[in-house]
């Protein structure tokens, strides 16, 4: 993770530099895999029958939050919770943001609480980027527009791992709507940041070309370990859009069935599904689905997140917890 | 056509080295101006009561025309009014510049024509031409007033910050134009390949995950404009071009003898979209920064003369509204105060543009397109001209411009190539 990005040359970084996980692009090889880690040594702490460790105790958590959001906005709250911080929660909805409240403001706003991370997702890319620039907090991105979501990258990498034991030389297919998906830029980088593969699949409006190789052909995902799913948002989907013809073309091209899975595939989903669409519910819920897997790292990997940002590393941890 | 404020200057510029390759000047001599008038060129001239103005180590030459400007007045003066824009342009060493009629309201009938010509009389400390718009509200269906426009001062027409969507309207604005004789400008882009778009269509727009507002929405209404242009017989000026496939076409055109001229701004000319990758609002325009082939294509374009001029398309935002996440924050950036710095610091310092392509393209050029009086440096010439340090570096402040936004690419960055002083129509405008 970087310092403080100086935008401009206005903002002269605090002294000791804030961290921010504003983007893939921030990370080094070492700074994921030390968050992985750590990731794990919280995921024990998470067997006991006390979960909560008193890490962060007294810090403040801010979760600003533009988009509606169960997974990620319940385990930023939750993982905050479990390492004892103060969250505070400000939804756009019923907040200042409906009177037309900048962004700017807004950060200003609840800077002046002192927080120690702000976690933002907001519907337009360069939002994380615009809060690291008002705000003393260390600032996580949770999904900004079309551009980075890195913390779903962490937590699929996460899961991958303790499914396969390994990430390098690991192959992925990430089929669906990636021109549209925050998920998938911030999944490419990382994996290829780890030596893992990837290839997109989908329709030649929904892939763009450049990021990962690329194939039309749903045939394409029967070379890899793990079968990335991504949500088709309905909005794409509008008469007149002609991203697809209709959503049931798209299913009888892209969708996964059984039928299109071989023996010891896994297949991952980022979360809401649309049954029946881009992944058929039996797929869903078979022994090859890793989707509720996804949803507990996403618990453990943000808390490794807060916890990195926030203190010394791993070796405090070892300490503190008490895991090794 | 140009309006400004009265006012006419008695100076004398000594021992600078005189540059205007146009007339045949170089050489370390005075200038004498009597009344705004370029009265006498030589070695130790008299002063007489002149104002005198020691030139020694820099450089006189003919002052700067920018033919794309927004001065945001009417209707946004919190981001620029007629006098900080002209102020602006005096201190970035302009002696014209022509304004957007983009504004709040649309500047599409003559009455607010002779309204703002009466406050740039009062207000503007460099000449500034007005731009009417080609169809009421911009709006892309009804022609405006052309002629009465014409009449009432408009040094052209454009729908700037809007294409003329419809080939229809754009052809009958071409054939009836022919009245005016005033240029016809174009902002070329094709709504329906840029909607969602706020960087260049290409790889790294893609990575970011930002909308992408490909080449061809531009290259794409340049080649139809041209077609129009070819089809009427009647000249058209393309603006602000950013994509290598539109100086192809303009080129082609050229060779057809269709009577079609292109500007460029400095942005275009000096960075590419792996700037965009900072998403920092002070690089996001339209049209978007595009790749290093692009970029090269419009530098060999500003050489070889197929594009005649540098246009600053000085477009001022408040704070409030830039200093928002990247795609959310308007489109825009300013120009005016560093244009020639940027130019001379990128460009003519590694030795990619002469220093003569650069002022020409800056001067004569514009002057040319737009039909306008070229500044020039001879006995009997109306005084524009600009005085530049070119060895000074300075570092570009916040609060040192003199426009009213602030929405500047070059924030914090040191340039080389300073403006010492700007004689716009026989007036000093910055000194």
Known sequence: MTDLRIVGGELVPPAGGRRHLLSVADLTREDLERLLSTARSFARSQERETKKLPTLRGRLVVNLFYESSTRTASSFELAAKRLSADTLTVKSSGSSVDKGESLKDTTLTLSAYDPDVIVIRHPEAGAAELVSRHTGAHVVNAGDGKHQHPTQALLDLYTMCEAFGRLDGLRVAIVGDVLHSRVARSLVQALDLVGAESILVGPPTLVPTGLAPVSHDIAAIRDADVVYVLRMQRERMLAGANFVPSLREYSDLWGITPARLRDGQRVMHPGPMNRGVEIESSVADSRASLVVDQVRAGLVVRMAVLYDLLTAGPVALEAEVGVA | ?431
């Open chain 2, 1 to 431: 056509m140009l309006v400004g404020r009265e006012g006419h200057d008695d100076v004398v510029v000594r021992g600078a080295r005189v540059l205007d390759p146009l007339e045949g000047v170089d050489a370390t001599i005075d200038v004498r101006i009597d009344g705004g008038v370029i009265a006498q060129l030589g070695q130790d001239l008299d002063t007489n009561e002149h104002r005198v103005v020691d030139g020694a180590g820099l450089t006189l030459v003919p002052a700067f025309v920018d033919p794309h400007v927004h001065l945001r007045t009417p209707g946004r003066e919190d981001e620029e009014t007629i006098e900080s824009g002209t102020a602006a342009a005096a201190a970035g060493g302009y002696c014209a510049i022509l304004a957007m009629p983009n504004t709040d309201p649309v500047l599409d009938d003559a009455d607010a024509l002779r309204g703002l010509r009466a406050r740039a009389a009062r207000e503007a400390h460099v000449p500034v031409g007005f731009f009417a718009a080609i169809t009421k509200g911009q709006a892309g269906e009804e022609l405006t007033e052309l002629g009465t426009l014409a009449g009432a001062g408009a040094v052209g027409f454009t729908d700037d910050g809007r294409p003329v969507t419809a080939a229809g309207v754009m052809r009958r604005a071409l054939q009836y134009n022919a009245i005016t004789g005033r240029p016809l400008a174009v902002h070329c882009e094709e709504p329906t390949l840029t909607r969602g778009g706020h960087a260049h269509g290409g790889a790294v727009a893609a990575e970011l995950g930002i909308g992408g507002w490909p080449s061809l929405g531009e290259s794409l209404i340049v080649a139809r404009d041209l077609e129009l242009a070819a089809e009427t017989r009647q000249p058209v000026h393309l603006m602000h071009l950013s994509a290598r496939e539109s100086v192809d076409h303009l080129r082609r055109a050229h060779a057809n003898a269709v009577r079609a001229t292109g500007e460029v701004t400095p942005h275009h000319l000096c960075l590419t979209d792996e700037a965009v990758r900072s998403l920092d609002p002070n690089l996001k325009m339209n049209p978007p920064l595009r790749t290093d082939d692009d970029r090269t294509a419009l530098i060999e374009a500003l050489r070889d003369g197929t594009i005649g001029a540098v246009a600053t398309d000085h477009a001022p935002h408040s704070a409030e509204e830039k200093d928002a996440p990247f795609e959310a924050a308007p489109f825009g950036v300013i120009g005016l105060e560093t244009a020639f710095p940027a130019l001379y610091t990128y460009l003519v310092e590694p030795g990619v543009l002469t220093l003569e392509t650069v002022l020409e393209r800056m001067s004569a050029g514009p002057a040319a397109i737009f039909g306008l009086e070229r500044p020039r440096i001879a006995v009997g010439a109306r005084a524009n001209l600009t005085l530049l340090d070119l060895a000074g570096s300075w570092r570009v402040e916040r609060e040192e411009l003199r426009s009213r936004s602030r929405n500047s690419w070059l924030l914090g960055k040191r340039l080389l190539g300073r403006v010492a002083l700007t004689i716009a129509g026989g007036r000093v405008a910055f000194s």
